[in-house]
């Protein structure tokens, strides 16, 4: 069992910067692919930034690629977002989530980030 829990939202500017993290507990969190996902008001949870146990490989959706960054400290059991240029698109409820086979199987509460234009 992993249990993962997420903080640093808020509310921003647009043109602004967020920093979110991601602690997870439990010994197995080096080995698992991890992921963010977003959901915002009346729409689908959406893949945002995935990233492999190592580290070594990243993935992006489209519409992040170029303005979020994704990456894990497997000593301090921490995946971060780091999210700039934000946009008022942006806002949403943000969720991690970790992947140890072939899907998500673990999922913390969210945290709410607010981009103001």
């Known amino acids: 069992q992993v249990q993962l829990v997420e903080s640093g939202g808020g509310l921003v500017q647009a043109g602004g910067s967020l920093r979110l993290s991601c602690a997870a507990s439990?010994?197995?969190?080096?080995?698992?692919?991890m992921g963010w996902f977003r959901q915002a008001p009346g729409k689908e949870r959406e893949f945002v930034a995935a990233i492999s146990w190592s580290g070594g490989s990243t993935y992006y959706a489209d519409s992040v690629k170029g303005r979020f960054t994704i990456s894990r400290d497997n000593a301090k059991n921490t995946v971060y977002l780091q999210m700039n240029s934000l946009k008022p698109e942006d806002t949403a409820v943000y969720y991690c989530?970790?992947?140890?086979?072939?899907?998500?199987?673990?999922w913390g509460q969210g945290t709410q980030v607010t981009v103001s234009s």
């Open positions: 989530a970790a992947r140890p086979s072939a899907q998500y199987d673990y």
């Open positions: 439990g010994r197995t969190f080096s080995s698992y692919a």
